[in-house]
């Protein structure tokens, strides 16, 4: 007899038919879940990236993704690429045939830009180059790697074909 004196009754504090629907919903919501998940066709997006960008690929509009091996860090600073950040993609070709006109016309201003002082620099450079290239002859440390820099560029700069000093 429930209620007798002296005796402990344990009640349970937990309504079992509130827990069991509790349960179901959660399992619909968990099968629910999963079937979006996998019905949602992954496509290719990309995110902001330590000054550049990402390419990733993802389902649920990017909450699940991961970087694209070979285009998880992309250096580009033009600002055109940035309106590309959480665009989809079908394709990563796709994505990238999107971002390579953009980074190109960048890359051309930037160095129509710096080209006049680039030619100012190589000028003097000119008299700067046969010094350097004396000192790396005579066996003076360190010029090395200056002189086969400073060679290569200013064949970029001038037009001229580079061959390295023999020195």
Same mark, same amino acid.
């Given at each position: 007899?429930?209620?007798?004196?002296?005796?402990?009754?344990?009640?349970?504090?937990?309504?079992?038919?509130?827990?069991?629907?509790?349960?179901?919903?959660?399992?619909?919501?968990?099968?629910?879940?999963?079937?979006?998940?996998?019905?949602? =066709?992954? /496509?290719?997006?990309?995110?902001?990236?330590?000054?550049?960008?990402?390419?990733?690929?993802?389902?649920?509009?990017?909450?699940?993704?991961?970087?694209?091996?070979?285009?998880?860090?992309?250096?580009?600073?033009?600002?055109?690429?940035?309106?590309?950040?959480?665009?989809?993609?079908?394709?990563?070709?796709?994505?990238?045939?999107?971002?390579?006109?953009?980074?190109?016309?960048?890359?051309?201003?930037?160095?129509?830009?710096?080209?006049?002082?680039?030619?100012?620099?190589?000028?003097?450079?000119?008299?700067?180059? =046969?010094?350097?290239?004396?000192?790396?002859?005579?066996?003076?440390?360190?010029?090395?790697?200056?002189?086969?820099?400073?060679?290569?560029?200013?064949?970029?700069?001038?037009?001229? =074909? /580079?061959?390295?000093?023999?020195?």
């Amino acid at each position: 007899m429930q209620g007798a004196s002296g005796q402990r009754v344990v009640v349970s504090g937990i309504n079992r038919s509130l827990l069991f629907k509790g349960a179901v919903t959660l399992a619909v919501i968990l099968v629910v879940g999963s079937l979006l998940l996998f019905a949602t =066709p992954s /496509h290719y997006y990309f995110r902001a990236e330590r000054g550049g960008l990402g390419l990733c690929k993802g389902r649920l509009w990017g909450l699940l993704g991961s970087a694209v091996p070979g285009y998880g860090f992309i250096p580009v600073s033009a600002d055109a690429a940035r309106s590309l950040v959480g665009k989809p993609f079908a394709s990563h070709e796709e994505a990238l045939n999107t971002l390579r006109p953009i980074v190109e016309q960048a890359a051309r201003e930037g160095v129509a830009v710096v080209a006049s002082r680039e030619k100012e620099l190589a000028r003097l450079y000119q008299t700067v180059l =046969p010094n350097l290239q004396g000192a790396k002859l005579l066996g003076i440390q360190g010029y090395d790697a200056r002189v086969e820099a400073l060679e290569k560029w200013m064949a970029v700069v001038t037009g001229q =074909p /580079h061959t390295p000093s023999g020195y």
